[in-house]
């Protein structure tokens, strides 16, 4: 007999993928221990997990896997033919329609483009305290995209409005913002993106107590502390309209003490992510309010995956021993607030778990 995770290591199919298709019908083990319900299956059930992972891989529907199971050992193959030759069919028309949709996006987006008439340049100069802006970067640097496919990203957002200087990073599974004060500008909002590298060299000039001069001038900008400047140029991208990501309340909110919460996490169990992603951790919000992690057994409808890796930096960035953790559906974002400031906050996509 061969346990769960073998048959999961030895066939390309996850954990919580076998015990789906378990509860489906689909794959059902040999035998499934009563008392623990631990599932165990015969050698013989290997070839035909391997099967279903292709299956599953090429993003057959379940009814048809159904079918190409159940008639796989048969003398007659006729059936499992028409339904491969079916299903690549509809993979086919799905990509030419998928291919003619976004033809007409770029369409509509050079339309755009060719409407736009050339914005004034952008200038702003404000003064703002060393250690809010030196605060505000330290709590989003860690999520700035690393990839090189997506340039946009590749910096943190520095959004002047009014009084106040928003600081805000993404690489599209988490995203940091963080605020300071300011004064000495007009109101006009004026956004740029400072590389991360430039990020990390004004971040270094802000170890002083008093204010520093930050200046933007069309694509340039400039932070001066001291006698000391750290300047350059801004990435000539757009930056997404973060104000349309940030979370909302879910109601589901519990403060964690951040040390023992760190330790509970790097000690707990862990589910090894699909293709060999990073590990996860699994939680789900207990009697009383408190913060639990699921074993990887577990079966609860309302545990919320999340990269394990990003969690304890975001936990780290958020510079507390107390932290306000909001966990909502499985789906929904998760959000990590400062209890004396929510206008730091982390926000995490949560993994999606195929069972």
Known sequence: MRSIGETARDSGLGVSALRFYDRAGVLVPAW?????????????????????????????????IRLVLASWSGADTDLVRKLLKTHLCRLEQGLSDARGEFSALRALLDQRENAMTLLS??????????????????????????????????????????????????????MAVAQAGTSGH???????????????????????????????????????????????????????????????????????????????????????GEGGAHDLSLLRVADGGTVALCAEGAEDPDRVAVNREFLLDALTAGARDRLILELGAPTAPIAIRRPDDEGAFSVLMPVRLED
């Not at 694509?219 to 909302?248: I, K, M, N, S």
């Open 32 to 64: 499934v221990d009563p008392v623990s319900g631990y599932r165990w299956y015969e050698p013989e059930q290997l070839p035909e997990a391997r099967l279903l992972a292709r299956l599953r891989r090429a993003g057959m529907p379940l009814a048809d």
């Open 186 to 272: 007009d109101g006009t909002r004026v956004q740029v993106i400072v590389p991360t590298p430039l990020a990390d060299a004004m971040r270094a000039l802000l170890g002083g107590e008093g204010p520093v001069r930050l200046s933007v001038d069309g694509d340039r900008v400039e932070l001066e502390t001291d006698g000391r400047q750290a300047a350059g140029q801004c990435l000539a991208h757009d930056f997404p309209d973060y104000r349309r990501l940030l979370p909302r309340t879910t109601g589901r909110r519990t403060v964690v003490e951040v040390p023992a919460f760190r330790e509970a996490l790097r000690a707990g169990p862990v589910r090894p």
């Open 121 to 174: 340049i952008a200038t702003a100069r404000v003064s703002v305290a060393a250690p809010e802006l030196a605060a505000a970067l330290d709590a989003v640097r860690f999520a700035a995209s690393t990839d090189p496919e997506l340039p946009m990203l590749g910096g943190v957002l520095l959004d002047i409005e009014g009084e106040s200087l928003h600081v805000v990073a993404t690489d599209r599974y988490r």
